[in-house]
């Protein structure tokens, strides 16, 4: 916003970029008024509100039918905070448990990540002959929309075979899945850091005897649901105000007004391991007795 003729616009309005910049971003961090990162950027700000009922909507998935309305009407400005009338934490449970099952079923469905793995490591493959992140100006990124990336992706000889197997969809395959709920596991240690995924990656492949290119470790460093910490629930923990006997409206914490987000509190996340489909029981094999036994669920998959 401030390197392109919006800040202009802007200006000439008697605005100021730079704030609206922060603001567009839920990092405005006004003191007197913090609702307003709340409504841009918390754990029911409006674009969860939106893509929560979208995305469940057109992927059939059948548990967005939440009232967000409901949830809008009765919110309010409490000590500067942005909190839910204590009459509505029902609905606000409904949207909570929605944006879980949302990561579960459409974020992190296996055949979903196995494609945005797929997508990467044709990024990586093309990185040096298309230099795709090689621009100059906003209006220069722009220009990188869907069409433009898979068509040179398609073209590029070095990730020419992984667009081919997308578009015929051969995928590669969950061999293994291992849901972890406590932070302490060793597992855990992969969810951060790319490096140990990578030496992983390495033993599986030699206990497989396969390539090291054809095992892949799917460990997000963002969680696979949303609540995988009590660390990470504290922004998400709108406070809900109720009313005292005079009338006052009185903060209490989401987490005392409903044990629902207590349980969301859990430590989860989940570890993946996807290879291609000629590979899958060895890299199965190997994988159960480097990480630990996991579940079953990897090997259901299609």
Known sequence: MNETEIAQRLESADLNPK??????????????QPFLDQIISSGVDVDKMDYVVRDSFHTGAGYGSVDVHRLLYTMDIV????????????????????RFESF???????????????????????????????????????????YKVWTELKECKKSRNIMKDLETRR??????????FSPEEKL?????????RADFEKE???????????????????PSVPYHSSSDLQPMDIPVFKHSPQGKKE??????ASRIV???????????????????????????????EGSHSGKISS
């Open 251 to 256: 903060l209490v914490p989401l987490s005392d």
């Open 262 to 292: 207590g349980v969301l509190q859990t430590f989860m996340n989940l570890v993946r391991v996807y290879t291609k489909k000629p590979y899958r029981s060895r890299v199965e094999t190997a994988s159960r007795q480097i990480l630990g």
């Open 171 to 180: 995928l590669l395959k969950c061999a293994y899945e291992h849901t972890i």
């Open 79 to 98: 000590e500067n905070k942005l909190s839910v009338n204590g009459a509505a934490v029902a609905t606000l449970e409904s949207f909570l448990l929605a």
């Open 188 to 196: 855990s240690d992969m969810i951060s850091n790319e490096r140990v």
């Open 204 to 222: 599986i492949a030699r206990k497989a005897k396969i390539t090291g290119e054809d095992v892949f470790i799917d460990a997000p460093t963002l």
């Open 19 to 32: 704030i609206l910049g922060r603001l567009a971003i839920g990092k405005l961090s006004d003191g007197k």
């Open 104 to 146: 579960r079923t459409i974020y992190f469905h296996k055949a979903s990540r196995a494609v945005q793995i797929m997508i990467v490591k044709a990024l990586e493959a093309a990185r040096d002959e298309l230099r795709l992140l090689d621009f100059d100006s906003p209006e220069d990124f722009l220009k990188l929309d869907d």
